[in-house]
């Protein structure tokens, strides 16, 4: 079903949402479509599940969290074609999906357990020597979150499992387009014993978003998405927190010295993982000059060589893009690139919402395509001769979330690490590695918190102090 055809339906029937399959365009579910007048139900129940989650136990927090890892884990097969029919990540990625969202389940699990606080070494300080105590970490309270179609269950799982720990409760706002691995998540969040009202499911449009946003009880808005649905929410938040994850545009800088053969093979993966649908996909790749022509030789060969068509097919490299307005919206970010100069080595082949794997050169630093992110199957060579260009090219976006440098010399790679404005510099690996433990996050423009589940539990709770003085010691 083409997209015009879908808003119609949408313009038709506002009680409910279609999600319809990337690929083919079949109705894969429905969902409730609530607006503004839904909110105060879904903050009553909210309310509720703040008192609940507050008060539970930590290792019953812990408990919950662990027995949802295994839950998810035995209907993995049932979570990965979920997030194949709605999302159109192939097979592979979703498996790997479902298996990061397990183990981002057991690390909040143990991010509830130990992460309780420290003790205050009050005696270290003159005065004070009859006092001592400790800071422990508690709720937040309400947590709002706004999630992303491209990981439409581990990005879920960021933001319930460390909310969950820390003894909040979320009203949880799914992607429109691909809401339904988010909601088989929470269901067993609840079959683990989970109260439903710790974890209250919202699917709505901007309307609905817009007055969650602007709720003054809300303590917390954890946000994935673009730079222009960040900036309105920042705009309407009112005093909140706000920990946002947007997006990048990330380079990879490959030097003579590397190993070419497996750096090939990891920046074709960075750049057309998800469709290229992915906020730390590599978009453009800084090779020195030396090694250019037998970079983009072997660079181009294994772009062209992937196989592109139905997701759910174990043997397809990359799926479809989330819609057809999508695609089309790439296919003329390409198109002016190419009206500005820009050399095409393969792909620009649209059928629908597959757009083939295209790599470009001679890209104007001033385009859209260089400039802003992509997100899409797009990559862009670019020679560079010094490492202080390299970096100062690296650098030129105003935001940044990763990078990545290949090369043997270790001091070299350590230098750069320093320099590139990045929130993380993956050394001998593409861009958009990430494990679910680390801090991740931007630099420059539009960089607010990091996700990464200890990291989130620290953002999701709040320190409070006990100080013990000890009168009869004065």
Known sequence: MSVSRMASVHAVAPSH???FSPFDGRLVGRVPCLDATAVPALVARARA????SAAMPRHRRARILEDAARLVEADGAAFAALIVAEAGKTLRQAQKEVKRCVNTLKLSAEEARRN???????DAYEGSESRQGWFSREPLGLIVAITPYNDPLNLVAHKLGPAIAGGNAVILKPSELAPLSALKLVDCLVQAGLGENVVVTATGGVELGKALVELREVRMISFTGGFATGESIARTAGLKKLAMDLGGNA???????CDLTPTVESCVSGAFWAAGQNCIGTQRILVQRGLYTAFREQFVAQSKALRVGDPAS???DVGPMVTEQAARRTEQLVDEALGEGATLLCGHRRQGALYAPTVLEQVSHD???????????????EPFDTLDEAVALANAPEYSLHAGVFTRDLSTALKLARRIEAG???INDSSDYRFDAMPFGGFKYGSLGREGVRFAYEDMTQPKVVCINHLDAQ
């Open 367 to 381: 385009s859209r395509l260089w400039l802003q992110e992509v997100f899409a199957p797009v990559v862009i060579l």
């Open 424 to 426: 993380g510099v993956m």
């Open 49 to 52: 599940g703040c008192l609940e």
């Open 251 to 257: 380079p990879v800088l490959v030097l003579e010295d």
């Open 116 to 122: 309780a606080g420290e003790v205050v070494p009050f």
């Open 314 to 316: 174990l043997e397809t």
């Open 17 to 19: 949402i279609d999600v």
